[in-house]
């Protein structure tokens, strides 16, 4: 379907906006929720972009599926708890950013403001023991490599498992 645009914000000449739709008697409803569902994908793809980049979604080497729903559901945790702390910073921006209400702040610089949330929240943690360090390996200790599991649908290898070998203490 074909959509135009009467007029942008800055002036600018409309260029033409086609979207595929698979139903062929879409009726005006549906053609107006494909373009606002089509202009939303940007929220979604920074809101994936910032889990990715400053919360680490992708940063950790996951051995097992179930650490990965782990870790996934950690990350939404953190995001969910910085959309609540709003709030509880000011507006931390750069030269070049404009300001934003509080109710209007983004994940990122709430995040920026994580330093005064925390004086005003505290830490239920104590304060760490002073320790020595462990005694580390034993002498003549060779690791073999952690196991792997493939994390795409597709397995390049036999659907059968390996079966695993059973761990020697030295």
């Not at 033409?16 to 549906?30: F, G």
């Not at 959309?83 to 920026?112: F, H, I, M, N, S």
Request: hydrophobic share 30%; net charge positive; glycine share 6%.
């Amino acid at each position: 379907m074909h959509l135009a645009v009467e007029r942008l914000p800055s002036n600018r000449d409309p260029k033409p906006l086609w979207l595929w739709h698979s139903v062929p008697d879409a009726d005006a409803h549906d053609v107006d929720r494909l373009w606002r569902i089509f202009l939303r994908r940007f929220d979604i793809e920074h809101t994936f972009r910032f889990w990715k980049q400053a919360l680490g979604m992708t940063r950790p080497r996951l051995r097992h599926p179930a650490q990965a729903d782990r870790w996934v559901w950690l990350i939404l945790a953190a995001y969910t708890q910085l959309r609540l702390a709003r709030t509880l910073t000011g507006d931390l921006r750069r030269p070049w950013e404009k300001p934003l209400t509080t109710d209007q702040l983004t994940p990122g610089r709430v995040r920026r403001g994580y330093p005064r949330i925390r004086k005003i929240l505290g830490t239920p943690a104590k304060p760490p023991k002073a320790t020595r360090p462990g005694p580390g390996r034993p002498r003549g200790c060779t690791t073999r490599p952690a196991p792997r599991h493939p994390v795409g649908k597709h397995q390049h290898q036999k659907d059968t498992p390996r079966p695993e070998e059973p761990r020697r203490n030295l």
